[in-house]
């Protein structure tokens, strides 16, 4: 493959991601890549929903009392923002549109860093309660599923980032609009994830 | 970089396998790997059979033989079956379906290296001196309470060596969705590659909540985690559900690539077209299915209710319609064949009727009221050693005589081949026929002695007895691969003289490039229309003869796996040391400093030039 073809939004083609053979494999592989990851979230999420509320006899602790919905919400529109404005940056992928792609993708990855600070800070917040990883069977399933999570979206944010300052001088071509294009199959899976957390964990332990 | 042979030192070889994203050579290296722990995994079964071949022996200590069994059943499953199988795939499939390379060269040798570190992590327990010993399920209320470092072993180990058999999977996957060469629709695979395809598939399912079960197990025993643990509230029941959702589809990812090994013999050595082929594809694909519909009936006794044995039950009677399904079309493929029984059909005769054995004792089991009196005893061990050495293992020696010639360019001979498969097939059937009784005459498995005169002296001895034929066996099959290796014979494109399939239309061993062009399929079992047409060189052509991209070798994938094997000890030392949390932390970055360096660096590869591949092919005398 040749990186220094020079392209033009007219010769650029209508699915860069997937125009050589390479770039379908990564396609592809990366679309069973998350097949693979539904199974290991939907296996965190089963023993989540078996071991919540259960500790040790006299446990003081449990999801209605825990959980604080407004910052959750606040989390859940930073990182659903987050996987809009990556939308946005495909948009300029498909346009050959390189400068605003990128610009669209930095605020892709400032919202998630956002979101990544208040999970930090809420996870702190019960730690000071006394909410600890080995306190019981509840915290460390729930620490497991949504620090699973929260680790997917730090390792998004630092392929992000090496991704936008390692191209920043080159430009697009089709060896790099696959990693682009993957990144955003990949936050839109992690937003997905959430929103089921939001609903099984936060929804249903808070009001159902 | 030349397609023309030079002369190498030692150190350029070595670096050479290193660094190798081929195929070919990857499959070799997880063969000889497999292998390597296929023998030890043997050498720990010699051991097992030992201590029982009396009563009240006392060869090995309780202790040690609860880290035998262990070690044992993970050896065998983890390290040899399913790298063994992995090296087939890795050498054939692409050959198969007429591709060049694999989609993803650069992963296939990070799964290869991780499987690698994730093998001689598990067994560095043995020099350390604390091995795993809650048995290869390593159940949860068990393994918590093992004390010392032995299940932090099987913990951390089969987590590497689990994240390079996912990679494998997704390989394959793409490798067959995507690289097919022209004509070669899905209806005109090759058994092997179907069964590789949906294995790969089921892995991709499956390795993730194994993935999650070992991190549940590594994070109650070293990280202060309550999984498990039930007076913190934790459930023990929830490693068993995730254990076999894991580990029922394993059992069917070992055992369709050996049905399709033993389909492309059989059509192979009875010359004729697979009986039929669209049913075979279906029941490959149905298998694939219920094997996940399945895994409760591991677990019939912890009291999950009648209706879930009930359900459970039922579906796992099921799976012996499309099994039966395969049995008979292999049956109807032979009926009006001219059959040939070489080696590895030998095999294959062999594996019918004692896979059709396993088969019918599972079903036996899948009764869960019968379930509850067979349970924990030795007609378990004999049932799974019946589907697993009488299917998986007969596939493997039988696909190692049948595609040694396509690997190293040379026949294994056919005579040693015989007495290997007589030596082993009674072997066998000596040791594991009567394990069936022994069940039924109330001897529970996994014990490490008996008292005498309980009935079960003589049965045991058979039984040993039995386990030394089968090692003698693999022994005449070693001096067999030194005599051939030495003698080094060159064969020619299809040493066996009846191949249908695109692997024997190239040279034994294929140059690196595999094909010189793009074949073009024209149908099922192509080579075969093609020599029945008269055309010697195997193939035609899809395309004139053009630049072929190639990936280039890297030692990431070995760096990388290698942070991770560090991060493992670093981890299971965290607590009792000083120095554990510092190794943790600079392993994984070390894997992650790989990672990034993998993905800054241009990594796109090279072109084999035109004019080169014309000169190799007049080289070789004009073919294609």
Redesign the interface.
Known sequence: ?D?NKKFTPETWPDHPEKAT??A??KF??FW??L???T??FA??FA?YI??KN???SG?GYSTKELYELPLVFVMTMLLLTSSLTSVYAMYHLRNYNFKKMQLWLAITALLGLGFLMLEVYEFTHYVKDGFT?????????FY?LVGTHGFHVAIGLV?IT?LIF?NAKRGLNL?NAT?YYTFSLYWHFIDVVWVFIFTVVYLMGVIG | MSSVAQKKGFGATLWDWLTTVDHKKIGILYFLGGGFFFVLGGIEALLIRWQLYKPNNDLVSAGLYNDLITMHGTTMIFLAAMPILFGFMNAIVPLQIGARDV??PFINSLGFWMFFFGGLFLNISWIYGEVPDAGWTSYASLSLASPGHGIDFYAIGLQIAGGGT?MAG??F??TI???RAPGMTYMRMPLFTWTTFVASAMI??A???L???L??LT??RM?????F?H?????TI?WEH?FW?FGHPEVYILILPAFGIFSEIFSTFSRKRLFGYPSMVFATVLIGFLGFMVWAHHMFTVGLGPTANAIFAVATMAIAVPTGVKIFNWLLTMWGGSIKVTTPMLYALGFIPSFVMGGVTGVMQGAAPLDYQLHDSYFIVAHFHYVIVGGVVLAILAATHYWWPKMFGTMLHEGLGKVTFVFFFIGFHMTFLIQHWLGFWGMPRRVWTYMNDQGWDMANLISTIGALLMAVGVIVLVINVIITSVKNVKVSNDPWGDGRTLEWAIESPPVFYNFPTTPLVRGLDTVWIEKMEGNEAGYTAAEPVKDIHMPNGSIIPLLMSFGLFIAGFGAMFRTETSWGLPVLIIGLAWTFVCM?AR??Q?D??YYIKKEELLRDMKRKGGQA
């Open positions: 493959m990186l053979l390479e379908k494999n592809v592989g069973l890549f097949g693979g990851e199974i290991l296996t965190l023993t078996a071991l259960s500790g040790p446990f990883y080995s306190n019981s069977a509840f915290s460390s399933s497991t392929w090496l390692r060896y990693k | 989609a993803f996912l997704i390989n996957l793409v969705i995507n690289m991709l399912f390795f993730p909540p993935t999650v079960g991190f549940f994070f109650d990280f202060g985690g309550n999984f643990h007076a913190m509230g934790g459930n929830i995730i959702i990034a993905s800054l241009d796109t590869g």
